[in-house]
């Protein structure tokens, strides 16, 4: 289990050095055990205590990289069962499926979807990661091909599917360089697979019947010096399926089972006849707690849902998203359209956002960064003290002047919540050449005001 903040901080020098960037030992104990700032940035603790520390706060759930050392992709590493006790670390994988059965034109129209299909959230890049290839032909070359053909046209990680040792020897002959995952190890072919692992220095995949099975090869393959491995429980159905996984979270984060403790693979694309219920099955394992899950297919309306759940997620419930500081046109404005300040709070931006294009007004929407953003915002509720968060005339100038508002609209009036009126007085003297209204306190009520206000330009 993970040592406390207080258990760290009994290991350390204790000499207040601030050569870690903190002010204090108690304050690096406690970042170091919340996962925010790494053990090497304390200069100053011995080689024992360092061993000692890096051991003992290795995550319950081992993790496992896919793809090469410049960018690979990390599943696994995680220490709590529920996001509030600490936060998620790597987010679920999500990988499409191909077979060397499919033709040449559904293989590329897979790929270029999977090519395609990428968003922009919050600064965020959001997409699949993985492409899963099974070999379904009893030939070896055209799963080589079908290798080689992803390879060509993505730049998705690898996951090869065989549970034939000769016809995965033959695909990772290709591809080892990219380190894809190994899928997969059984009891009758645990040990070539392994041998396959080992000489590749690939992550391998276990698939058992059932959990007792699972325990018994994933514990062979630790024996064997195998480090990096991925479980699938081989339950097909959602009941069984979404009960495995509980019970290989809760084994390796409460009970510390090490044959367990491993990020897992789910395959809602052989859970269900068609995409849809694919989809809603692969929404229940990124939540519980499925470090891949592999679909039949990539379609917009469904890829879109799943990112957007992924990334709530596996953010950090202490540090609340936030908008890039800028401008954002809403409704394509033009050169009359209202201007309107707000702070960086993801949900004030949700919010503007919506009332905008709800009142049907085109506007300009500037995001500006502040220390407590979620204060002095357009919601209906702010839950800090009303002490903290406020404009700052300095900052908003030059905020303002690098907008360059002046090169997007004719006008000069810029519109403030009611939540920041007393700020308005003290805009005005900073920025004599701009007009400042004061708006609605709350998003909600920006439907009535923004159309008005508009037809005043």
């Known amino acids: 289990m993970a040592l406390t903040g207080m258990e760290i901080f009994k290991l350390l020098p204790k000499t207040n050095c601030r050569e870690c960037g903190l002010p204090t030992c108690i304050a690096f104990a406690m970042s170091l055990s919340a996962g925010k700032i790494e053990l090497s940035a304390c200069p100053f603790i011995s080689d024992e205590d360092k061993e000692k520390l890096a051991q003992t706060d290795a995550p319950p759930v081992a993790i496992v990289s896919i793809g090469n050392n410049k960018k690979p992709l990390k599943v696994g590493g995680e220490s709590v069962m529920f996001r509030h006790e600490k936060r998620f670390n790597n987010p679920t994988a999500l990988a499409t499926l191909v077979t ?12 270029q979807r999977f090519c395609k299909l990428r968003y922009r959230r919050l600064g965020i890049n959001l997409q699949a990661d993985l492409v899963a290839i099974k070999n379904e032909a009893a030939d070896a070359q055209k799963f080589v091909g079908l290798i080689e053909k992803v390879k060509a046209g993505s730049d998705a ?81 959602l009941r069984q399926a979404f009960a495995d996984q509980v019970h290989i979270r809760r084994a390796s984060v409460h009970a510390n089972i090490k044959p367990l403790g491993f990020p897992t693979i789910t395959f809602p694309c052989e859970m269900a006849q068609n995409l849809s219920m694919e989809t809603l099955i692969a929404s229940q394992f990124i939540s519980k707690y499925a470090g891949i899950v592999v679909l039949s297919d990539l379609q917009g309306e469904s890829l879109f849902p799943l990112l957007l759940e992924r990334m709530e997620l596996f953010s ?36 503007l956002t919506l009332a905008a294009e709800t009142s049907r007004t085109p506007v300009f929407l500037c995001i500006e960064r502040l220390e407590e953003p979620d204060i002095m915002c357009w919601c209906h509720h702010c839950l800090r003290s009303t002490q903290k968060g406020k404009f700052n005339a300095a900052s908003t100038i030059q905020f303002i002047e690098k907008c360059k508002l002046e090169e997007r609209v004719d006008h000069k009036k810029l519109v403030i919540s009611a939540r920041n009126a007393e700020f ?34």
């Open 100 to 111: 060397d059965t499919m033709d040449d034109s559904q293989v590329d129209a897979g790929l």
């Open 157 to 237: 990680k690898l996951i090869l599917m065989s549970e034939d040792p000769d016809v995965m020897s033959m695909g990772l002959q290709c591809c080892a360089e990219q380190k894809p995952l190994i899928y997969a190890a059984t009891r009758d072919n645990a040990e070539r697979m392994t041998a396959l692992s080992m000489e590749h220095s690939c992550p391998l995949a276990v698939k058992a019947d059932g959990l007792e099975e699972l325990i018994d090869i994933s514990t062979r393959l630790m024996d064997a010096g195998v480090k990096e491995i991925v479980l699938d429980s081989g339950a097909r159905t």
């Open 316 to 351: 950090d419930p202490q540090e609340p998203y936030m908008a890039p500081e800028g401008v954002y046109e809403i409704g394509n404005p033009d050169r009359n359209a209202p201007v309107l300040l707000a702070s960086a709070w993801a949900l004030t931006y949700y919010n």
């Open 424 to 457: 308005k007085a003290e805009l005005e003297n900073a920025l004599p050449e701009w007009e400042i209204f004061v708006g609605p306190g709350e998003a909600a009520l920006l439907h009535g005001f923004l159309p008005e206000f508009a037809n005043s330009l």
